[in-house]
């Protein structure tokens, strides 16, 4: 359905609201099956290693927007909102649900980007934030694109990993830092007290790979300090409390609001002193961050080493602060056989034999789908389980132009017996367009 009216659509905010459905869907079915217990035994989840490697992959990608956006990603530029949608994308993929608050901000319009993991006790939430804009004089790559890019990569491992938590994950890019934390602001002026009262921790990343580094642990509350401490101790790396600017970046925002923060620091145009570099090596007489705000502040002003270690210490809060566990061992099963859906026709299935398992379907199945189209609105999707019963992923949504189903999303599978033949069942349901199953999988 080429339609005279689909391009001029918006296409982007289509995700969100097909990912949001399948939350509520996921929540309805839980309401509805809370008997049958998960028969997967689980085990105490660590935190698991952050790959510095995709943290820079993060970080790179954000220079090429800025260096593609007039060289910068600042609030009310091209380079930020360009940076919110390629942190959106990777978020959408690995089944969050994300959300875009809008704000104004010096006559611009700014954006927060707010992405909850699926599960968790709702009333009991761990939240990791970033900011994502930079100052107008440069790319912004250790002010924020460092905290920016670690988080993510954060959040993407607990997607990868299956990580159920016992509390609920949220995880948040704020707008307009660099104005005065006026998108941090705007999240927790708007954000009832009620929910306000369900967060249990707000924990701040802003400036984590300093080129010449310092280990500084912000000492808001003194639990949230000694989660950070305990993981730097355990590494013999020693730690300093953040001190050049007590509230300078969002969790002010949040402790303003009576929730306690905490957070890491590598440090910005404050001077490393002789007994810092003793500790820490690196320059004395130099500042953390000689390219604070400026246009050097690149790829090239990265400590690769401090990246690394903060990236770690934030998935071991992560983890350590929500608890939870994994079920191991995290089988996948997936079908790459194309299967052709044909144009306004009846169903199809791509089938996947799962063996091997014992018990029940997990209560947050990963089923990630990769569907080529040229109109993904005229696609429905549905996971049909062993049983035969099916459970609906996306309905088609004729005016949703854009192309392609590229996406993971959470089943609460728990009523199926895991062995035995799944199928996802794809139908087109509009003429003109078409596409086929490149791939799916499921993850138990
Ligand atoms: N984003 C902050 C700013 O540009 C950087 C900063 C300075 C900071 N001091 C801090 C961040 C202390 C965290 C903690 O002002
Ligand atoms: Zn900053
Ligand atoms: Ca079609």
């Not at 969100?16 to 309401?31: E, F, Q, Y």
């Amino acid at each position: 359905m080429l339609g005279l009216n689909g391009p001029t659509l918006p296409r982007r905010t289509r995700v969100t609201a097909l990912l949001a459905t399948g939350a509520a869907l996921t929540a309805t079915l839980l309401g509805t099956f809370s008997g049958p217990a998960n028969a997967t035994p689980t085990v105490a989840a660590a935190a698991p290693d952050i790959s510095v490697a995709n943290v820079k992959g993060h970080l790179n990608q954000l220079q090429s927007i800025a260096t593609a956006n007039g060289g910068n990603r600042a609030h009310g530029r091209a380079g930020y909102k360009a940076s919110i949608d390629y942190v959106k994308a990777k978020l959408d993929a690995a089944g969050y649900t994300t959300s875009i608050q809008q704000f104004t901000s010096s006559g611009a319009t700014g954006y927060n980007l707010v992405a909850d993991w699926p599960g968790g006790d709702a009333n009991h939430v761990i939240f990791a934030g970033s900011h994502l804009d930079s100052v107008s004089a440069g790319p912004g790559i250790n002010d924020n694109g460092s905290g920016s890019a670690a988080i993510l990569e954060t959040a993407l491992t607990v997607a990868r990993e299956g990580y159920k938590p016992d509390k609920h994950l949220r995880f948040a890019w704020w707008g307009a830092e660099e104005l005065g934390l006026v998108g941090s602001k705007s999240y927790v002026n708007s954000l009832p007290g009620t929910e306000r009262a369900k967060i249990d921790a707000y924990l701040n990343f802003d400036m984590i790979g300093s080129p010449n580094p310092g280990y500084f642990v912000y000492d808001d509350d003194t639990q949230l300090e000694k989660v950070f401490k305990d993981f730097f101790a355990a590494k013999n790396i020693s730690t300093e409390i953040e001190t050049e600017g007590d509230g300078r970046s969002d969790h002010a925002s949040f402790k303003n609001a009576g929730v306690r923060v905490g957070g890491l620091f590598t440090g910005a145009s404050s001077r490393k002193t002789a007994a810092q570099a003793t500790k820490w090596g690196g320059t004395a007489g130099q500042a953390f961050d000689r390219c604070y705000h400026s246009s050097c502040d690149t790829t090239a002003n990265i400590n690769e080493t401090a990246l690394d270690n903060n990236s770690d210490a934030i998935a071991h809060a992560v983890w350590t602060l929500s608890a939870g566990a994994t079920n191991p061992p995290g089988r996948t099963f997936e079908n790459t056989a194309d299967v052709a859906i044909p144009d306004a026709g009846s169903p199809v299935d791509s089938p996947i034999a799962v063996t091997g398992i014992t018990g029940n379907a997990p209560s947050a199945l990963q089923v990630g789908v990769d569907i080529k189209h040229t109109w993904r609105g005229d696609v429905s999707v549905d996971l049909v389980g062993p049983s035969g019963r099916a459970y609906r992923l996306k309905s088609a949504s004729g005016n949703d132009s854009a192309d392609n189903i590229v996406a993971t999303y959470t089943v609460d599978a728990s009523a199926e017996t895991a062995n035995g033949t799944w199928k996802l069942r794809v139908q087109d349901t509009a003429a003109q367009d078409t596409g086929y199953v490149d791939s799916w999988k499921l993850t138990f």
